[in-house]
């Protein structure tokens, strides 16, 4: 079955540092792939996803992620955190063989602080 | 913002007794999933529908049923509660499968008592 890991269920940084948060998906063939954001008291919001047009991600508020197959892995980077980044952050996968659901698998999450 | 609603926003209840949650949408999207979210979990399917009256179990159904009769309502029923609901549901939209992003609602904060 398709699976999500996220490794580290809190990450801290300081603001202006990067931010990486890690993401590795389990499939033998590459699933769409997405990453989403929640702050605190909402829904999830869509950060970025991967359709295979390239491998290098771009986001909304300056997150980026890449896809690499050979490391069934999709991080989440940002070159300078801003306080305002604090959230939690989930990775997401949807099989591509079941497509015609649409159902996604998450990880655990990641809880980002960023301190001043 | 995608129009998502969820209602109601918060619940206190008691074991054995049961709950509908609700969720509505004006955006006419073809697909919506109710998910839970649980500390340690990130956010689990309990049932999705593909249409008025199609309808498919998750990952996390037992215990849980729903109906949507209209493309705008998709009911999650608890039909006798447990402490182990207890959780945050979220409802979500989307146009169709695979690389369609979903729009997540509010969320209902249900707790178990």
């Known amino acids: 079955a398709q699976s999500v890991t996220q490794l580290g269920s809190h990450v801290s940084v300081s603001e202006g540092a990067l931010v990486l948060l890690r993401c590795n998906y389990s499939?033998?063939?590459?699933?769409?792939l997405f990453w989403y954001v929640q702050y605190p008291n909402q829904g999830l919001q869509l950060l970025l996803k991967?359709?295979?047009?390239?491998?290098l991600v771009k986001g909304i508020n300056g997150f980026e992620a890449e896809f690499k197959k050979s490391e069934t892995s999709f991080h989440l980077t940002k070159p300078s955190a801003h306080m305002s980044d604090a959230a939690e952050y989930f990775c997401a996968v949807s099989d591509r063989g079941s497509s015609n659901t649409g159902k996604l698998i998450f990880g655990q999450g990641t809880t980002l602080q960023v301190k001043p | 913002d995608a129009g998502i609603t969820q209602s109601p926003r918060h619940k206190v209840t008691e074991t054995g007794t049961p709950v509908t949650l609700r969720c509505h949408q004006t955006?006419?999207?073809?697909?919506m999933y109710w998910y839970r979210q649980d500390p340690g979990h990130g956010l689990r399917l309990i049932h999705y529908s593909y249409g008025v009256k199609d309808t498919d179990k998750g990952e996390v159904s037992d215990g849980y049923s729903v109906s949507r009769s209209k493309t705008e309502d998709f009911l999650l029923t608890l039909e006798s509660a447990t402490s182990s609901q207890t959780s945050v549901y979220f409802c979500?939209?989307?146009?169709?499968?695979?690389?369609?992003?979903?729009?997540f609602g509010p969320g209902t904060r249900l707790t178990v008592l």
């Open positions: 979500a939209i989307s146009e169709g499968p695979g690389i369609n992003e979903q729009f």
């Open positions: 499939s033998s063939v590459p699933p769409y």
């Open positions: 991967y359709t295979s047009a390239a491998t």
């Open positions: 955006e006419n999207h073809r697909y």
